[in-house]
């Protein structure tokens, strides 16, 4: 009976001694659409945020403690989103978050400001995310931020007649309303405006009637389907050319799209990264989409590791005030400066070729 | 000429939603499970095409198995689920919301098999030709996807009224308990119409694929317009489904002329509410009606 009594004591002594070790570790959530439409997306995303994440933890973690990302499953649905920032808010007690797609940031904006949550968005570009809460913070520029650079480039190098095409979805329709304005105002005249469904595979209607209004140029506004979009165009003869912003590089290597243009925000990555990224996750590319949001978990460990170098608790009201106290971010992938609540960022334009892509604008935002 | 290229991709659009209507009112009328899993196994369909003509076996033939591979998954859910369920006296109710979380298993399935992603058929090279009638130019794919679909729906009606097990389906679908009294099987031949439906409703999934793309979460709205389709064509009517298919695909390309196309399916709906506000039966009067 007592050497039971030695041995329990003992075993709560190693559970006692577990317990704090394991509270040592750092929890971040990442609401993804990691199926639906989006999930190709999704996974990129996730692929970057895992690599940001085994790389500080290979080094230590920050300041001796280990960080683990809890990965949620939005389906690219808002009130998916909205349950799933619930559970790694509630059960996991997550002091930021790093977010996805406009309508399911917009949808976790008021949570953010309610929760006191810091959320991180590295790629939703809906104008509205840039007030949504002051709990949300952009790491790319926004929709009319890119629309205004390339719809200067396109009125002085393509014409002034345009059709748009978009994405009836928040950040599709703030593409049209954006370049309709700054377009309009150039001088230039719409001839077509033409939405698709999210998700949607068939767009030969629109391209049709796109094609018939006989535009110089057509500004597409969408963020999947691309492959079905090229192959479409390709079987509708003398489509014009297509402009867009950031979401268009997919199509970039389609013959159909050879000589169309496309804004993007300037992004790189060391040679040495981009090569581990693509031994971890066997892939051709480490994408846009993956620096960017390995790039922002980056910035969150930057946050934390503050926090901690100045012993104060880990709160989303404490991140927040940490990114605006450092205000400015850089790093291989891009020098990011928070004066607002979104960041700035150089825009650059880029012409598709038969084998790739050219720049052919550099710009300051 | 758009006016003319609108209407003929309405039509193949028409064609490819009429094969789901006629397989799903197959199955509705027969055995009276509002079947909406019949989106999963359209997905499904097209998948496993795709990924035999990955692995290099010849389209046809990937058709074929697909077919059969989507026949037997039809058969094993009426035996496995909706069999068990009326043998235990489920309300409709309850048979629909199992069917509704069986669409969700087998769209999650694909995506966790296959990819969520969106596939094209890329090992099919002529999936991208494109044939000239007249001033109208069709893809081959949107050419098969007409074809194919003619075929199967006089192939279900001569099924239906010529052979044997044909007018054994009938027969139950007319009064199931007088089929259980004349010892016609009504559980073997629900087994049947689930084998037949679901071989048939990979003919337009796998033509959508090779024309357009895929992805596994599309086939809900493909569904829907279906759904529609099939009330309006009259409850239990092969023709007036298809019927009705093919006028709301050609309706809702043909108002594109004069409406944007964001407004297409709300007004293409629009009018089926008014006509069914007129006409409640649908376009034909139905002859095969449940009993209960």
Redesign the interface.
Known sequence: MKLFSVAMAAALGILCHAIPSKAQEIVLGAVLPLTGPAAQIGLEEQQGVQFATDRINADGGIRGRKVKFIFEDSQGKPDQGVLAFNRLVDLHNTPSILTAYSSISLALAPLATRKKILVVNPAAQTNKLDDASPFLVNTIPLVRDEVEVMTKYAVAKLGKKAAILYENAAAGVDVRDDFKKAFEASGGTIVADEAIEFGSTNFRASLLKIAAAKPDFVFVGMTVGYPALADQVAQIPGFPIGVGTTFLRPIVGHPAAVGWFHSGIKSGMKPEDEAAFHKQFNVKEMTFFSREYANSAQIIFKLIDDLISKNKPLTGENLKAALFEIKTFESPTAKIVFNSNTAKREVEIFRATATGRELVQASVN | M?FL??IA??LV?GCAIGVVAITFTYVYTTTGVFHVSHAGVFTLGGYLAWYLSKEGIPFVLCVVLAMLICAAVGAAIEKGIYEKLLKRQATPLVQLIASLGLLAVLQ?LV?ILFT???L?FESIAWR?N?LHFGPI?L?IPQVLTVLTAFAAVYGLIYFSTKTNLGRRIRAVASNRTLAEITRLKPFEVYVYVMAISSALVVLPSVF?GLD????P??SVLVLLTAVIAVISGGLGSIRGAFSASLVMGIVQ?AV?IVV???W??ALTFTLFIVFILFRPTGLFATKIRRAS
């Open positions: 758009l290229q609108l991709d309405g659009n999650n995506a969520p992603n969106v094209q991208m494109v130019d893809t959508i357009q793309a895929m992805q979460y599309s390309n594109l944007p196309g964001r297409s399916i």
